[in-house]
């Protein structure tokens, strides 16, 4: 493009930004036009118009306007005039075949022209009832299609704050607002990012595969916003850790982002609960939400804000009846006004008569099946379909029988009032493109929490199965429900709704389908079921060699590992040693290492060092390093270091590091440090640092702590803090307190906290709190709470119940409540239980009740059991029951056991069963045999 040389000298004209588009075939075809734009070298353009307007046998002709808009705006050009900015920056470029990126474009031009996909939408544009905001109704029907006032509470300034750090640039956020339905949650957030990111762009992606696609893509921009509403939906179901992978992938690439979701108690705990069977689902879900501390919790009720929502009653009535509401129900002590103010608790009312009568028959089965279908892992809108066929399962006999052949659709519309301000039991959904009737339906949120919580104990009937396995709207709804009935043993509908997933192309459903036949007997079926998943076959091999069975997983693992499962070779590998089958494992190593895992060398190396062969072991290490993997050299090290050569371990170490293992730098300072080489020590720990990995300044600073060199250690926390670490600024700041640095302290926790980490805070709660300063503690905890620890809270209650100040443990308890974390209230119902007081006790679990903790009766039934007073343990077990709480139903039938009531003991595990707890099973059997 010859004009930019006769032009002036002067400033090169500033790049053009590339234009800002949702994932869609608009955005693809925009950015393949700006990656041509880049590699021309981002010519002026000037330059562009002028090279177009220098080929006649180019098809447009755009002035400088045109083509700026062509590159950066938003909206889709003239095919002629994207054609010829295409071909000139093809030729600009250097491209191998213009006229191939002249076609190409043409085929994005149309894919975008047909469909185009929605321009970019903030949270203004999107509305607040698009983005999952409740709308507001009086328990009279009577009301008006806008928003109420909008009331801030503790949990608001937490998340703006977080959505700040990301509008400055600072770092990109995760935020996950957890809170019981109806509780304000979508309003806390759209009213965060309407305030904090009204500019960015919110991006609402339909599911969890989709936000996979996005990512992997790379279709979302900086200083985007992605809304997770319902994150369960993401996060639990069957692609969600697919889903957790790619959002840690983008909150690392992409800075700045805010993703932002909302989720229930019960799907926050199941992600944060730790498997103890073999298969974690979550592992991933939990990881991304510890590493971000994403977890915002928002209270049942308005706290210090029902003034506020006395003062906006006497102009909107809505609020007015929901505040009269609150309080003529009860609730009025919580404040729960919110819910209220949506209809949920007359939902509930109407239901819990019934059926016959708020709800007609059918009706109120239609609802009943609707939820039990969502608990069971059905994620996505309704069929009608799945509906009509599972609502028999819940009628008596008499109530089947009907004159009327539109009874499903009679019903519908009953349930799915429209008028505004009316209460709708089930929402319409129209999953299908375009505009139509509704295709799926699912449970208003409140009403659905409510009756999951009865319901929690009960299996379906058998209609829902058999009505999921033929209507289940996607793949990973029948295989949700596959696990749901499988949790509950019931083994036929499981391998029914895993083959069905299957046969749909949800390669995911195979493994667990394998397993489940694997597990029941039916090899054959394991082995075809299997087919060529390199998953499903690894699963095979775990399987069986947790039976004892080490010949079929060897069979196992070798299909696995031959369709391209790498860690199969490892395992593999380490049975034919244990086999004894020395030649057999170094032979599989060698194989492994060829198809690219040196894993299965290490693995070895492991395994022999750990019987106590050393030279096998170096002998594997060796050849792992021989094959490519610096951690074989680490192996060396270390082994040479155990052997007390000094040389040898440091010129390997050094290797190993050099290789990219920055863990060698570690035990290089350890070494040097041991041999007296401070200076060494340290080359060794910024050597790591350079390479963002500060654990060797950790390291040096915990052996300088210990020896008494306290400057020294503070000097590496810091060096560490620089290196990338945040929990050295916690470390930092606990070391600048125990020194009567105050303000050092402070400062270092704040530093820690604008990175993320509350530690810092909490650590110096704890410590202000044993040295008797419960005014710096109190501060320091709400620091650590305004950081996103919840958690600070609950510890400091804990630390005035031991001291003896049960008004201050009371006030810390309130504030983590405030927040809606109830653990505070519930750790101190434990406590004063174990300290004789009753009264004080049941008086804190009720609190926590209160507060949202449906697990801690339970938890005190175990330290009443604990301490020998079993009466007293099966009176909370048989509140938890009462109270929705599955894991109770266990507890219970292990205490009835345990008291030689077997009979008794054999209904309630059977009850466990079928609330989906997967250790009551041998319980049951156990007390049927």
Known sequence: MGSDENRAPGRRPRPLAPPRLPPGALREFKRFLYRLYLAAGTPSLEAIVDAIGQDDGLPGSPLKDTVNRILGGAKLPGLHDAESVAAVLARSGGAEDPEHVVVRTKQLWIAAQENPGPPPRTAEDWGAFALGVHRAVAVDGSGVDDLTPYIARKHDELLRDRLRHAAEGRQSVLALLVGQS????????????????????????????????????????????????????????PAGEEAARALAELLARVTPVAVIGTMWPEYARKVASRALETADRYAHAR????????????PDGLGDGLGQARKIAVRDPRMRAAVAAAQWSGDGARARVIQQLTGGPELVRRYATGPGNAFSEIEH??????????????????????????????????ARVTHDSGWFATALRSLCAQETGSLSALVPDRVAPGLGAADGYHPADYLDQSVRLRRAHLAPPEQLWEAAAAHARTVDDLYAMGQAAQDRRRHDHAVRLYRCAVERGGDV??????????????????????????????????????????????????????????????????????????????????????????????????????????????????????AGDPWGLLGQARLAERAGDGAVAETAYGEAGAAGVTTAYVHLVRLRRADGDEAGAERAAAQAGERRDAEGWCVLARLRRERGDTEGAAHAWGRAAAAGSVTAQAQLARLCEENGDRAGAERAARKAAWQGDAEAWVALARLRAEAGDPVGADLAAEAAAAAGDTDACTML?????????????????????????????????????????????????????????????????????????????????????????????????????EKGDVRRAAELYGTAVDAGDTEAWEGLLRTRG
């Not at 339909?206 to 992997?216: I, N, Q, S, Y």
């Not at 609190?847 to 039934?861: F, N, V």
């Open 182 to 237: 109806s509780t304000g949650k979508s309003r806390a957030a759209f009213e965060a990012v309407r305030s904090e990111l009204s500019t960015w762009p919110v991006l609402v992606p339909r599911g969890a595969h989709e936000l996979v696609e996005w990512v992997a893509t790379d279709s979302v921009d900086a200083r985007t916003v992605v809304w997770l509403g319902e994150a369960q939906r993401h996060l639990t179901e």
């Open 509 to 626: 459903a195979r493994p667990a389908l394998a397993q489940l036949l694997e597990e029941t007997g039916d090899r054959a079926g394991a082995e075809t079921a299997a087919a060529d998943s390199a998953r499903a076959w690894a699963v095979l091999g775990a399987v069986r060699e947790n039976s004892g069975d080490s010949d079929g997983a060897c069979h196992a693992y070798a299909r696995a590992a031959g369709v391209g499962e790498r860690q199969a070779w490892s395992a593999l590998a380490r049975l034919r040693e244990a086999a004894g089958c020395r030649e057999g494992a170094d032979e599989t190593a060698a194989r492994a290492a060829e198809a690219g895992c040196t894993r299965a060398w290490l693995t070895l190396a492991r395994q022999r060092d750990h019987a106590g062969d050393t030279a096998g072991a170096g002998a594997a290490y060796a050849r792992a390093a021989r």
């Open 365 to 398: 089965a239609v609802v009943t099946a609707a939820v039990d279908a969502r608990r069971l892992g059905h994620g996505s809108a309704l069929p009608g379909e799945l509906l009509a066929e599972a609502v028999a399962g819940y009628l008596p006999t008499t």
């Open 287 to 298: 990881a991304l939400l510890e590493t971000y501390r994403a977890e915002i919790h928002v």
């Open 797 to 897: 209650a804990r630390l005035r119940e031991a001291a003896g100040d049960r008004p201050g443990a009371e006030r810390a308890a309130n504030a983590a409540a405030e927040t809606g974390d109830p653990e505070a209230w519930a750790a101190l119902s434990r406590i004063r239980e174990r300290a004789g007081d009753r009264v004080g006790s049941e008086a804190a679990v009720a609190k926590a009740r209160e507060a949202g903790a449906t697990g801690a009766w339970t938890a005190l039934g175990r330290v009443r059991e604990q301490g020998g007073d079993l009466e007293g343990a099966e009176r909370a077990y048989l509140t938890a029951t009462a109270l929705g709480d599955v894991d109770a139903w266990g507890a219970l039938a292990q205490l009835t056991e």
